[in-house]
């Protein structure tokens, strides 16, 4: 698309900029991808404006929305500035130079217990990695600023700057230590549902219930009431908690596992349609992934089934 009446050639650093402004949607989330400063990607993306005889973006509050005109330019030189970067980045490692670490972030105990492991081979021969810990919707956000490379979510994002892929199921299983699970009695829970459970002690791992309700509302189709009698920030505590005798919880299935194998932990109830929740693996759509997060990105997809 470079109009005819165009003063002369585009340059490849505009247009660099302008790619990273149109798959971030944001001047800042681009910035940040470029290690620029906001006010010179504004510039450039003004000078490229001008040159073209046309906007690009619309500014929005929060972001910039492209223009017809914006898509038909990111469709013409999107795929020739990637395989310049890719060239770049070849070029790069064959000098020695370090490739950039790849930024993974999502909740906490899906990363310790799920994915490094996954990734742990990849570390030994040479990745370099760096992961942050969080809530899917600070996560998200810091995906579309360019603070991170992939995110695993524990919800589809929406809007179209992030592309998500399913990653994993999550299994929601009801549990109890060995003594709270033989006080309950065996077969109990599925006999008389959660009246079975009267008077037992709830461990969660917030205030409002989150996974507890909605086994509640999906197993037993009715609401959960009533403060839980502990409340540990991180389910790896939860899981211990129980297993100590602290009284019931409702847990993934791949964080109890090891419990439920070993005795430690003890399922109150299998129903036939368990509550599951689908884990997310999210990236910045249309953006040209380096060979290191293209390789983490594989790796995780390969490594999810067996979870």
């Excluded at 073209?52 to 038909?72: C, M, N, Q, S, Y």
């Excluded at 990111?74 to 020695?96: C, I, N, S, T, W």
């Excluded at 919880?249 to 419990?259: E, F, H, K, Q, T």
Aim: hydrophobic share 50%; glycine share 10%; charged share 20%.
């Amino acid at each position: 698309m470079p109009s005819g009446d165009a003063p002369g050639p585009l340059d490849l650093g505009l247009l660099r900029t302008f790619l990273a402004v149109h798959r971030s949607g944001s001047f800042t989330a681009a910035a940040r991808l470029l290690r620029l400063s906001q006010p010179t990607v504004t510039a450039q993306i003004r000078t490229l404006e001008q040159q073209l005889g046309r906007p690009l973006f619309e500014r929005l509050p929060r972001g910039v929305a492209a223009t017809a005109a914006a898509d038909a330019l990111a469709a013409e030189v999107a795929a020739p500035l990637d395989a310049l970067a890719a060239v770049a980045e070849r070029g790069g490692a064959d000098g020695g130079a370090p490739a950039e670490p790849v930024h993974l972030a999502g909740p906490a105990e899906f990363l310790g217990v799920c994915a490094m492991p996954a990734l742990a081979p990849l570390i030994g021969a040479g990745l370099r990695l760096r992961v942050t810990a969080g809530l899917t919707d600070d996560l998200l956000t810091g995906l579309r600023a360019g603070r991170y490379d992939l995110v695993v979510a524990t919800s589809r994002p929406r809007g179209r700057t992030l592309h998500a892929v399913p990653l994993a199921d999550e299994e929601f299983v009801l549990v109890a230590g060995p003594d709270w699970a033989t006080r309950i009695g065996a077969g109990r829970v599925a006999a008389e549902g959660q009246a079975a459970l009267r008077g037992v002690p709830l461990v969660t791992y917030a205030e409002d219930l989150p996974i507890a309700r909605r086994y509640w509302r999906h197993v037993f189709g009715t609401r959960l009431s009533g403060p839980a009698a502990a409340v540990v920030p991180d389910l790896r505590g939860v899981a211990a908690a129980v297993a100590g005798g602290a009284g019931i919880s409702v847990l993934p299935r791949y964080l109890c596992a090891d419990g439920l194998a070993s005795g430690a932990l003890v399922a109150l109830h299998e129903p036939e349609d368990p509550p599951i929740n689908t884990a997310w693996l999210v990236g910045r759509a249309g953006a040209a992934e380096p060979a290191a997060v293209a390789q983490v990105r594989a790796r995780l997809l390969a490594a999810a089934p067996a979870w």
